[in-house]
């Protein structure tokens, strides 16, 4: 990684701790300012007709939260890790330049992750091995019991289905399946895990939950029996990365329970999402995921594809910002299980076939030029 940045939030003042290769800089910013910037800032992030109607808005006040954590230092390009203190907001929707008919989103040249502290990458995690043809799991209830009054994800099939072609040993728990019931019996078996549901930060309990076809899991109910196997949970849901804040210890959100539970890596939502740009960025991450490389550069690498490729409405960063990746950054490891088996024998089975076929005419060619009964040829 290029740089770690700390945020501490003090009474009078917030500072940030910036670490690179070759310098460390400590910016000390007015907690007022710092405070009432941050709130606009997700007031316009997570409200998709603000941002449209007020665009410029946007623009001034992500530039200026961007010249408060930074000032003038120099953030080098590449992979961020970032430790804040308090709610997470998105660094990757901030505004890096100053001019307004051309944004640079911070997106544009970093690879950002999320941790807890510093001190929680330097973890060994050692999970259980997957059990054999579990790489992947996929969870989409798509309606849900009359009793939990919940809106229904159409479409959240159709792209676990999409999904699960990166992958050999994938499983897909849709419509009834998709209870609580099989998700705490299953998920620790499995070292992907993508849900795509209905989620909140509080609750009648008090705590996050998540809901599944039947019934509804509770922050406190993640207690499973055996350590999982899981290295990555996906919480394309809204607000699963929001959660009761306890100063000195962090947000408790889902991703923190999960990471408690030893699942090392998590991505989830910082406010309600739209299901089509979800389901198409998603798609997307797995698709980087399966070629090899580390988390926070498949997720940088689908949010870029997907405001390149989508329309001009959807380059907004309320579809795209919402997303984040807390945790280890590594790669998945892929041994003993070839996720992306079709991504590799496939086009070598192409190249093998274009190959002998190359050969074979060839062959025909020069024995054409070269027999006696065409003494004219060549």
């Known amino acids: 990684h290029q740089a ?8 009078s003042n917030v500072y940030i701790l910036l670490i690179t290769a070759n310098n460390v800089y400590l910016n000390k910013i007015n907690k007022a300012d710092y405070d009432s910037t941050i709130k606009s800032y997700i007031s316009f992030i997570s409200n998709p007709d603000l941002l449209n109607s007020d ?7 992500a530039h200026h939260l961007y010249q408060l954590l930074f000032q003038n230092n120099q953030v080098p390009t590449g992979r961020i890790i970032i430790s804040p203190d308090g709610q997470y907001f998105p660094f990757e929707a901030l505004i890096t330049n ?5 944004p640079v ?23 259980s091995p997957p059990e054999k043809n579990k790489n992947f799991l996929g969870i989409a209830p798509v309606k849900y019991a009359s009793s939990l009054s919940l809106t229904a994800l159409n479409g959240s099939d159709h792209s676990l289905h999409e999904i699960e072609n990166y992958f050999t040993g994938a499983d897909n728990f849709i419509s009834t399946q998709a209870s609580k019931n099989n998700f705490e019996n299953q998920f620790s078996k499995y070292k992907l895990i993508q849900l795509y549901t209905h989620a909140s930060d509080s609750s009648k309990n008090n705590e996050p939950v998540i809901f599944f076809a039947d019934s509804a899991l509770y922050l406190s109910d993640l207690i499973p029996e055996n350590k999982p196997a899981t290295q990555l949970i996906v919480l394309s849901a809204c607000e699963t990365g929001k959660g009761e804040f306890y100063r000195g210890e962090g947000v408790f959100s889902f991703n923190r329970g999960f990471a408690a539970l030893g699942i090392p890596s998590s991505i989830t939502n910082l406010w309600s999402v739209d299901n089509k740009s979800t389901y198409k960025i998603t798609e997307l991450f797995y698709k980087y995921l399966t070629q090899g490389l580390p988390l926070d550069v498949a997720l940088q690498k689908a949010k870029k594809e997907f ?21 280890k950054t590594d790669a998945i490891d892929d041994s003993n299980n070839d996720f992306s088996w079709k991504l590799i024998v496939l086009p070598a089975s192409a190249c093998l076939l274009l190959f002998l076929a190359a050969k074979y005419f060839s062959g025909r060619i020069f024995a054409k030029i070269r027999n006696p009964f065409y003494p004219n040829s060549g």
């Open 307 to 327: 405001i390149q490729t989508g329309s001009k409405e959807y380059s907004l960063p309320y579809f795209w910002a919402a997303s984040v990746l807390v945790g």
């Open 105 to 127: 989103y911070f997106l544009n040249d970093h690879a950002v992750s999320y941790t807890y502290s510093a001190r929680f990458l330097l973890n060994t995690f050692t999970n």
């Open 4 to 11: 770690l940045i700390e945020l501490f939030n003090g009474d």
């Open 55 to 61: 665009y410029p808005g946007y623009n001034k006040t």
């Open 98 to 102: 100053s001019e307004p008919s051309s």
